[in-house]
């Protein structure tokens, strides 16, 4: 699972992250065209959650791309984590800047930011107020939120 090296409001930081696309369960490029769907992880749990293997692969990517990561503290991501200061808006501009910084790549052209398409977002606990948080920060990024288990704000 690949590595993203971003440089974040509070520094930089290695972000893991997975791809799955309707033709490839471990892509490097989205399928243009095709709907992407982000999904951001409960407390205490990484992308390795919800990444996508095996039998389910033909089923949850038929018609979107998945995007996964590893937020601050979890997994295989290095990014420092203050608990003073890392919230559910320090984690919400991560995960926007790492769909920016992914789409710059992962394109495999210059895209501008304000040219990324938007994204279907699923959070789970934790992942649920991130996702509204970025709802908040950028809706033009934003199509639809599903959450499940939300945390009290």
């Known amino acids: 699972m690949?590595?993203?090296?971003?440089?974040?409001?509070?520094?930089?930081?290695s972000f893991r992250y997975t791809l799955s696309t309707p033709a490839d369960a471990n892509a490097?490029?989205?399928?243009?065209?095709?709907?992407t769907l982000v999904l951001i992880h409960?407390?205490?749990l990484g992308c390795c959650c919800s990444h996508v293997s095996g039998k389910n692969e033909k089923h949850a990517t038929v018609y979107f791309n998945l995007l996964t990561l590893?937020?601050?503290?979890?997994?295989?991501?290095?990014a420092t984590v203050d608990p003073?200061?890392?919230?559910?808006?320090?984690a919400?501009?991560?995960?926007?800047?790492?769909?920016?910084?992914?789409a710059?790549?992962?394109?495999?052209?210059?895209?501008?930011?304000?040219k990324l398409p938007a994204s279907h977002l699923m959070g789970v606990?934790?992942?649920?107020?991130?996702?509204?948080?970025?709802?908040?920060?950028?809706?033009?990024?934003?199509?639809?939120i599903y959450i499940f288990s939300p945390l009290p704000l």
């Open 2 to 13: 690949p590595l993203i090296d971003l440089e974040t409001s509070t520094g930089p930081g």
């Open 28 to 35: 490097e490029a989205i399928v243009q065209g095709t709907p």
């Open 42 to 44: 409960p407390i205490a």
């Open 70 to 78: 590893d937020l601050r503290g979890h997994g295989s991501t290095s």
């Open 84 to 90: 003073h200061t890392y919230g559910r808006e320090t």
């Open 92 to 102: 919400a501009k991560d995960v926007l800047h790492l769909m920016v910084c992914t």
């Open 104 to 114: 710059y790549s992962l394109f495999k052209v210059l895209i501008r930011p304000e």
């Open 125 to 144: 606990s934790r992942g649920s107020c991130i996702a509204l948080q970025m709802a908040i920060f950028a809706p033009e990024r934003v199509l639809s």
